[in-house]
């Protein structure tokens, strides 16, 4: 059975740092490309950083970048995303998001992790 568990979300305030974690099992991890996703109630789901199986290189969107590290452990079949100087403009929730491409592709969601930046 196919799961993503993320952990780590809560209620920090501005200028903060939190950890996000997300746990899989049910597929071959090392083998899929890794997102976070994040999404408001007014906004759509949108994409924060991405890591690759193979090389694991990273991707941030520009609001991010310099703020937020994405990385993984194959070994633990585990993602992670280190939250730095969080501004309340980052509250959401967040997503991980698991996908591989073989003839079919193979996507998979967490349930998402609640992040709220307030003072």
């Known amino acids: 059975q196919v799961q993503l568990v993320e952990s780590g979300g809560g209620l920090v305030q501005p200028g903060g740092s939190l950890r996000l974690s997300c746990a899989a099992s049910?597929?071959?991890?090392?083998?899929?490309?890794l997102r976070w996703y994040r999404q408001t109630p007014e906004k759509e789901r949108e994409l924060v950083a991405a890591?690759?199986?193979?090389?694991?290189?990273?991707n941030y969107a520009d609001s991010m970048k310099g703020r937020f590290t994405i990385s993984r452990d194959n070994a633990k079949n585990t993602m992670y995303l280190q939250m730095n100087s969080l501004k309340p403009e980052d509250t959401a929730v967040y997503y991980c998001?698991?996908?591989?491409?073989?003839?079919?592709?193979?996507?998979?969601w967490g349930q998402g992790t609640q992040v709220t930046v307030s003072s």
């Open positions: 998001n698991a996908r591989h491409w073989a003839g079919t592709l193979y996507d998979y």
């Open positions: 049910g597929f071959t991890f090392s083998s899929y490309d």
């Open positions: 890591i690759s199986s193979v090389g694991g290189s990273t």
